[in-house]
Nanobody, 125 residues
Framework: QVQLVESGGGLVQAGGSLRLSCAASERTFTTYPMGWFRQAPGKEREFVAAISWNGGNTYYADSVKGRFTISRDNAKNTVYLQMNSLKPEDTAVYYC??????????????????WGQGTQVTVSS
């Protein structure tokens, strides 16, 4: 059972930056594709970004492409989401997720098995 703990959320003005971190409890993290999702009040959880187990491939939602960067440090069992040029519409609870299917880096929440508790990101206008 992989446990994931997000950190780094907070309140920021539009145009600002935040870096989210997600620390995993298990060494098997190094073989797991990882994803970031977000959920705003009254909306469904949506895909933000994903990264393959070795960091070789990354995927982004169109709404964040060019502004957000996903990365991972397998030596630290941690995945990151660097968020730049933040907009009020980025306000949401951000979740990291892990999939035990090494060879499939998914972009839908159904493809991920382990989830963190979420961290709030609020962007003021």
């Amino acid at each position: 059972q992989v446990q994931l703990v997000e950190s780094g959320g907070g309140l920021v003005q539009a145009g600002g930056s935040l870096r989210l971190s997600c620390a995993a409890s298990e060494r098997t993290f190094t073989t797991y594709p990882m994803g970031w999702f977000r959920q705003a009040p009254g909306k469904e959880r949506e895909f933000v970004a994903a990264i393959s187990w070795n960091g070789g491939n990354t995927y982004y939602a169109d709404s964040v492409k060019g502004r957000f960067t996903i990365s991972r440090d397998n030596a630290k069992n941690t995945v990151y989401l660097q968020m730049n040029s933040l907009k009020p519409e980025d306000t949401a609870v951000y979740y990291c997720a892990a999939s035990p299917r090494r060879w499939r880096t998914g972009t839908t929440f159904q493809e991920y098995e382990y989830w963190g508790q979420g961290t709030q990101v609020t962007v003021s206008s």
